[in-house]
């Protein structure tokens, strides 16, 4: 989809990372104006959600096929006065924290430079472009330290913490 904002055209993913920071799903390409929750709901991430799992998001349009999973969504709070509360400040403090290891994983897709231009004729090949771009992406070290005796409370409950435990890894935030 063109874009004039940016005059080019533009593909959208969703990107799913394990505890640790590798990809583990991925996506077919949107259109560039493709809303967040519309991928969402149309690339079958949902479908893979089990009872318990918890889902770190930035718009609350999926909160409703959530519940009916019964897992839980994380996303930060919208200030409703003009100051958040202390509670609120604690909770997107948090929510944060987390949220850096996401952008981290996407900013190793992107240094791959291949995404930087892509011509017009390669458009229909895009997603096998992104598909490598995580691959290689995925071939580089964790990007959070892996500690080899287990911790007590682990902070990605649900699909990220099954995913760890898959693995033989216990995250480590």
């Known amino acids: 989809m063109y874009s004039n904002y940016k005059s080019r055209f533009t593909v959208k993913y969703l990107i799913v990372i394990t505890p640790d920071g590798f990809v583990c799903k991925l996506s077919k390409g949107y259109g560039g104006r493709a809303t967040d929750s519309f991928i969402t709901n ?8 089990e009872p318990g799992d918890t889902v770190l998001a930035g718009f609350p349009q ?9 897992a839980l969504l994380v996303i930060p709070p919208f200030a ?3 100051q958040f509360t202390n509670s609120e400040i604690d909770e997107t403090y948090k929510i944060a924290s987390v949220r850096i ?13 291949i995404l930087k231009f892509i011509p017009i004729t390669l458009l229909p090949h895009i997603d096998a472009i ?6 290689i ?9 892996i500690l080899k005796r287990p911790i007590k409370k682990l902070k990605f409950p649900g699909i990220l913490r099954r995913a760890a435990v898959k ?5 480590y935030v």
Do not use: W, Y
């Open 42 to 49: 149309d690339c079958g991430l949902l479908s893979c959600i």
């Open 62 to 70: 999926i909160k409703s096929e959530l519940l009916k999973r019964n």
């Open 80 to 82: 409703f006065d003009p």
């Open 101 to 113: 290891h996401v952008e981290r994983a996407i900013q190793r897709i992107k240094l791959c430079n």
């Open 130 to 135: 992104m598909h490598m771009c995580c691959v």
């Open 137 to 145: 992406a995925n071939s580089k070290p964790p990007l959070i330290k």
């Open 167 to 171: 693995k033989g890894r216990t995250p």
